[in-house]
């Protein structure tokens, strides 16, 4: 369950996406609760996820306001160790 300090974690996401798949099993396998955004289904996602990023491609990804990007990004983060401090609400900005 996610308490009051950690992030509330989007995804914005395609159920067809395997790295979208790939982003959401390392979200599970660390236990985080995310909300998923599906671009193809939620009217307007698509282009939301582009305003707020920049980018064409999913997954996007937020840890509360900050944009971490897609799969690729977040397991360099993790593989840093760098993914369970912003998870946790208590990475530096």
Same mark, same amino acid.
């Given at each position: 369950?996610?308490?009051a300090?950690?992030p509330?974690?989007? *995804?914005?996401?395609?159920?067809?996406?395997?790295?979208?798949?790939?982003a959401k099993?390392l979200?599970?396998?660390? =236990?985080?609760a995310?909300?998923? *955004? @599906?671009?193809?289904?939620?009217?307007?996602?698509?282009?939301?996820? $582009?305003? $707020?990023? =920049?980018?064409t491609s *999913?997954?996007q990804i937020f840890? =509360? +306001?900050?944009? *971490?990007?897609?799969? @690729? +990004?977040?397991?360099?983060l993790? @593989?840093?160790g760098?993914? +369970?401090?912003?998870?946790? =609400?208590?990475?530096?900005?």
């Amino acid at each position: 369950m996610s308490t009051a300090s950690q992030p509330a974690v989007v *995804i914005y996401a395609a159920s067809w996406c395997p790295y979208c798949v790939r982003a959401k099993q390392l979200l599970s396998a660390k =236990g985080v609760a995310f909300t998923e *955004i @599906d671009v193809d289904t939620v009217p307007g996602a698509r282009e939301e996820s $582009r305003a $707020r990023t =920049g980018r064409t491609s *999913i997954p996007q990804i937020f840890i =509360g +306001d900050r944009h *971490i990007g897609g799969f @690729d +990004d977040t397991k360099a983060l993790d @593989d840093q160790g760098k993914l +369970d401090p912003l998870l946790a =609400g208590t990475a530096g900005t």
